[in-house]
Antibody, heavy 122, light 108 residues
Framework: QVQLQESGPGLMKPSETLSLTCTVS????????WNWIRQPPGQGPQWIGY????????????NYNPSLKSRVTISVDMSKNQFSLKVNSVTAADTAVYYC???????????WGQGTLVTVSS | EIVLTQSPGTLSLSPGERASLSCRAS???????LAWYQQKPGQAPRLLIY???TRATGIPDRFSGSGSGTDFTLTISTLEPEDFAVYYC?????????FGQGTKVEIK
């Protein structure tokens, strides 16, 4: 059974760049959509974006939420079975629990990390 | 983007009762790519239903999903103590993917 684990800083200052990594164990990165989703305190989840890696070739593509697209980059490190999120110029509005999740096409997001709280404060 | 509106905001029920949760989309979810998740405090969302009506692996059959187009429903036929939680709908048909604001099912 695939397991996902987020890692990254818990506390940041405004204007810094947030970097989070999701380590995937028990399964391959190939052939799935690898999502970043965040949830501000007391609110519903917000989709940030995904990276998709082909099952048979090195083809990959990303898709981002337009509300964040100018500040967000998602990338993959196949050698480490990890994917990462970078968010530039964070503000207090970026304070949230950040989740990584595996998307299985038509079958929804079937596996999630436990989440990591990121707080942006001066 | 597709806005998902969940109702009611809070549902107060007793164990053994039936729960019916609504998720209405601002435009049609054409492919039927609508999922439901359960979230308990301090935990990640857990996939219950995908494709509007298919139960995810290991989900008890007291959970069922229905609907199409713009109106979707999650039904819990007989509430168990462990079912009291927040439930979210999620459309992954049209980018950007969106989530509803949630329905809290609390013990009456």
């Amino acid at each position: 059974q695939v397991q996902l684990q987020e890692s990254g800083p818990g506390l940041m200052k405004p204007s810094e760049t947030l970097s989070l990594t999701c380590t995937v164990s028990g399964g391959s990165i190939r052939g799935y959509f690898w999502n970043w989703i965040r949830q501000p305190p007391g609110q519903g989840p917000q989709w940030i974006g995904y990276i998709y890696f082909s099952g048979s070739t090195d083809y990959n593509r990303t898709n981002y939420n337009p509300s964040l697209k100018s500040r967000v980059t998602i990338s993959v490190d196949m050698s480490k079975n990890q994917f990462s999120l970078k968010v530039n110029s964070v503000t207090a509005a970026d304070t949230a629990v950040y989740y990584c999740a595996r998307g299985d096409g038509a079958n929804g997001n079937d596996s999630w990390g436990q989440g990591t709280l990121v707080t942006v404060s001066s | 983007e597709i806005v998902l509106t969940q109702s009611p905001g809070t549902l107060s029920l007793s164990p053994g009762e039936r729960a019916s949760l609504s998720c209405r989309a601002s435009q049609s979810v054409v492919s039927g790519y609508l999922a439901w998740y359960q979230q308990k405090p301090g935990q990640a969302p857990r996939l219950l239903i995908y494709g509007a009506s298919t139960r995810a692996t290991g989900i008890p059959d007291r959970f069922s999903g229905s609907g199409s187009g713009t109106d979707f429903t999650l039904t819990i036929s007989t509430l168990e103590p462990e079912d009291f939680a927040v439930y979210y709908c999620h459309q992954y048909d049209t980018s950007p993917e969106t989530f509803g604001q949630g329905t809290k099912v609390e013990i009456k």
